[in-house]
């Protein structure tokens, strides 16, 4: 198996539709999602990936983005999130996950829109649900363990 990339943080909130704060450390829950944010729940957007690659694209743009700022529970590092298909499955760290959404719909005038001016998850985010739970920490390898990701 291959190593196609990292955690770069691990973010929760309480609220939805709203910025999320970087931990050192979090707990996937089986079918449930990241334990303490407010989008984990039974359904098919348990915890939501952006790379970190695209928020430095924003940065350089000149929107005042910083990890978290899109609603993100894993920010990634070093895999292309828009190669993965509906069904592709990650394993990061002990965790392994199913990629269940390409995209969303943004919300209009929700608190990351109004701070950043812009949003990236239309394009750039992905959702799944989590299938093996355990502890993830920044740093983590991610790897494609189903898919057939093009390099």
């Known amino acids: ?58 940065q350089e743009k000149g929107f005042g983005v910083e990890i978290g700022n899109f609603a993100e529970n894993i920010t990634t590092e070093g895999i292309d999130l828009t190669t993965l298909k509906i069904g592709d499955q990650l394993q990061i760290g002990s965790c392994l996950i199913e990629i269940t959404q390409i995209g969303k719909e943004c919300h209009t005038k929700c608190e990351i829109h109004r701070k950043v001016g812009a949003c990236i998850m239309p394009k750039k985010g992905i959702f799944a649900r989590v299938l093996k739970g355990g502890e993830i920490e920044n740093g983590a390898d991610i790897y494609l363990v189903s898919g057939d990701v093009n390099d």
Do not use: C
Not at 6 to 19: F, L
Not at 30 to 48: F, P, T
């Open 1 to 58: 198996m291959d190593i196609k990339g990292r955690v770069a943080s691990i973010n929760i909130s309480e609220n939805k539709g709203t910025v999320k704060t970087p931990v050192t450390k979090g707990i996937l829950k089986e079918e449930h999602g990241l334990v303490g944010d407010a989008h984990a729940g039974n359904w098919h957007r348990q915890i939501s990936l952006i790379d970190i690659e695209s928020i430095k694209v924003m």
